[in-house]
């Protein structure tokens, strides 16, 4: 039973009591699951080759480190905080406290999937994100401080957001915004956060001539496993193999490659050189910045959502560096931040698939929606 005594509704249950369950979607979203969690090493390749030779291994304990401490941190309290019984639509109840009533039975958020598929799934699509903040604290946060500060966050603020945006009933999916892939959920909660990373702990004692990356092979590296594993991310959220999967798969390539070429063309005018590490950079915009209309909005719209994402991102680093405003030490907030925002916007405005239509398909009132998701996520 999934009736709860912390004055929930059974109505709300949060698990379908006649599942029919399809083998496809289910390996669908268990392989996607597992291309996301190959996301999290991959961050922590990405970022190992943009700090320091001394602070490599550091990065990368650190984000397998943050996998496995949220992992169980989301077995436990997590999951429910986030799928379980709406309290007024504001956070999940303890029906699924410890893995509880998490089986077989699919929830209402992924019909024909097994629930522990589902389950697993949105524990990769969490992990990552604590590990995207820790790279504004680059070279100055411990791992134990890394997993302590990631284990709260994910509790105090992952969830409840996770909560509204996602499950059916949280209040944002009732006010009507939408997030496909995560825009809000993941990168715009993780931008912001990095930022008051940042702030809170500080600059680091170091010239700037110090800190040019010290791999860039392992930032290449990092960077298409990353690319690779974003299929999975945003294909996977789909839940089902659909039209809505493979134009997210579609939309995730073409915004990749648009942000790349994007931003080559402003290092060319502003360096008169096109560097590697930009490039790397450039592409992981883009896919951020066509994470939350991936499903959404028509292929044509993908470039114009990358090309865009990765010349915001390059100006307000740009802008970042010149008023040294704070040390996001491997550009959390320009990336994640500014294309997560960006995502969310565009999709308001482009959204014509899976029944969603955005301003220009004549729909304000989603276009407003998805503002109001941006407003609630960046307070």
């Known amino acids: 039973s999934t009736q709860s005594t912390w004055g929930m509704n059974s109505s709300d249950a949060t698990l379908i009591t006649s599942p029919e369950i399809s083998a496809v979607d289910t390996l669908w979203v268990i392989v996607s699951a ?32 943050i996998f496995a401490a949220i992992s169980i941190v989301w077995s436990l309290i997590g999951f429910t905080l986030c799928y379980g019984t709406s309290i007024s639509h504001i956070i999940g109840g303890f029906d699924h406290f410890g893995m509880a009533n998490i089986g077989t039975a699919p929830f209402k958020e992924a019909e024909t999937v097994y629930g522990l598929a589902f389950f697993f799934f949105q524990l990769c699509a969490c992990a990552i994100t604590p590990a995207l903040i820790i790279g504004a604290s680059a070279e100055r946060l ?17 969830c409840p957001i996770c909560h509204w945006v996602w499950k059916i009933g949280g209040w944002l999916e009732q006010v009507g915004a939408k997030d496909f892939g995560g825009g809000m959920v993941v990168h715009m909660s993780a931008g912001y956060a990095a930022i008051a990373l940042a702030l809170v702990i500080g600059k ?18 990092g960077a298409a496993l990353l690319w690779f594993g974003w299929f999975g991310y945003n294909g996977g959220s ?7 999967a493979i134009l997210a798969i579609a939309n995730t390539n073409l915004s990749a490659s648009a942000a790349g ?19 790397a950079t450039a592409t992981v915009c883009g896919l951020i910045a066509m994470t939350p209309g991936s499903g959404f909005c028509p292929t044509w719209s993908a470039f114009i959502i990358g090309f865009v994402g990765a010349i915001l991102s390059f100006f307000f680093i740009k802008m970042r560096e010149h008023f040294h405003l704070f040390d996001d030490a491997l550009d959390v907030a320009g990336c994640h931040g500014v294309c997560g925002t960006w995502g969310v916007f565009a999709t308001g405005l482009f959204a ?3 029944g969603v239509k955005g301003l220009l398909a ?14 609630t996520v960046a307070i």
């Open 34 to 65: 597992a291309l996301v969690m190959l996301m999290t090493p991959s961050l922590g390749f990405f970022y190992a080759g943009l700090v320091r030779q001394k602070n490599i291994l550091t990065m990368l304990i650190q984000c397998y480190a």
């Open 142 to 158: 411990t791992t134990l401080a890394s997993i302590i500060f990631s284990s709260v966050w994910v509790i105090l603020v992952y």
């Open 204 to 221: 680091r004692n170091t010239t700037s001539g110090e800190m040019t990356p010290h791999n860039i092979t392992y930032v290449v590296l």
């Open 238 to 244: 789909a839940f089902a193999v659909n039209w809505q």
């Open 261 to 279: 070429l994007s931003w080559a063309i402003l290092e060319y005018i502003f360096k008169k050189r096109i560097t590697v590490s930009g490039i």
């Open 352 to 354: 014509n698939e899976g």
């Open 362 to 375: 004549g729909d304000m009132n989603f276009f407003l929606s998805e503002l109001c998701g941006i407003a």
